[in-house]
């Protein structure tokens, strides 16, 4: 006769080996070609991306409605695909990451290559690529204009600024294949947890505000005007002193925001693109700021 655990075993292996080969975990799981955890640990740079989406028809009509729509591009347009992300990394290691994804960007540059390739918003359900997990896919010319020679001053600008001290996400170009058609890709990681984590800082409100008229002459806009929101809640909601902290920095981004956007719309010969440092810093780290904002200006940026 079986005893009890016997019994639990045998109920619970079928359970186990039905959810750990269902097809959503399967879907979600990592792959590579490389057991060797030193792989891991020395792949440094990808070399090649090949993106496949699920259901590659959808994404193409999602894509010419958007192209096709006479504003820029709307919110119901960016709707995440599930896809998979085959990555080729310098030290031979190759790894097949499930991913969503959706078109990244509001105006429609992003959208002018061929079609269907956008600049895309991607996040890895499974691992990381050097812990990034969540990055941007720029169509390289949206990064500077066409100008620019295919992104090449933003990938030396984000370089320049992170060897000078700032903070500056890695940026670079990556040849890639998108649902079968070839391409080149700007590849820059988000401004995230991880980000932070990887730069030795402690996690902090990470603040996201709307540039559409910042960066704009129109004011037409000027009534519909959004403020700045912070994009990891879930450290603001940690308890009370994180979420007094995040208070103050929303607070006084905003003030900012909207001391530029009055001003601009009083004084419609306004050119300064910076934001008032008095508001932003309370007179902390002014002279890292002067030099932030001279770098920019030097740079073009």
Request: with cysteine; hydrophobic share 40%.
């Amino acid at each position: 006769m079986l005893n009890t655990s016997n019994k639990i075993k045998l109920i619970l292996f079928p359970v186990l080996a039905l959810i750990l080969f269902s097809p959503s975990v399967l879907a979600n799981k990592l792959s590579c070609n490389i057991d060797s955890i030193d792989k891991f640990i020395e792949a440094k740079n990808i070399i090649f991306i090949d993106i496949s989406t699920h259901k590659s028809k959808k994404w193409a009509k999602n894509y010419f409605k958007a192209y096709k729509d006479p504003s820029s591009i709307q919110e119901k347009y960016k709707k995440k695909f599930l896809a998979n992300i085959d990555v080729q990394f310098d030290n031979e290691l190759e790894c097949t990451f499930p991913s969503k994804i959706r078109i990244n960007g509001d105006h429609k540059d992003h959208l002018d290559s061929a079609p269907p390739i956008t600049s895309l918003d991607v996040e890895l359900l499974a691992g990381n690529i050097n812990s990034v997990i969540k990055f941007k896919l720029f169509i390289p010319h949206t990064k500077g204009g066409y100008h620019a020679k295919g992104g090449n001053n933003e990938v030396f600008s984000t370089a320049l600024l992170k060897e000078l001290g700032f903070l500056a996400p890695r940026t670079y170009h990556v040849p890639a294949v998108f649902n079968g058609l070839e391409t080149t890709f700007l590849f820059q990681e988000k401004i995230t947890k991880e980000f932070i984590e990887l730069n030795d800082l402690r996690e902090a409100p990470i603040l996201e505000g709307d540039e559409r008229f910042i960066w704009s002459n129109d004011m037409d806009g000027f009534d519909i005007f959004g403020l700045a929101r912070i994009i990891n809640n879930k450290w603001a909601e940690k308890g009370y002193t994180s979420l007094n902290i995040s208070k103050t920095a929303l607070t006084q981004l905003n003030k900012a925001y909207l001391e530029y956007v009055s001003g601009k719309h009083i004084y419609t010969n306004l050119n300064d693109r910076f934001l008032n440092l008095n508001t932003l810093t309370n007179g902390n780290s002014i002279d890292k700021d002067r030099e932030f904002k001279a770098i920019l200006v030097a740079m073009g940026a």
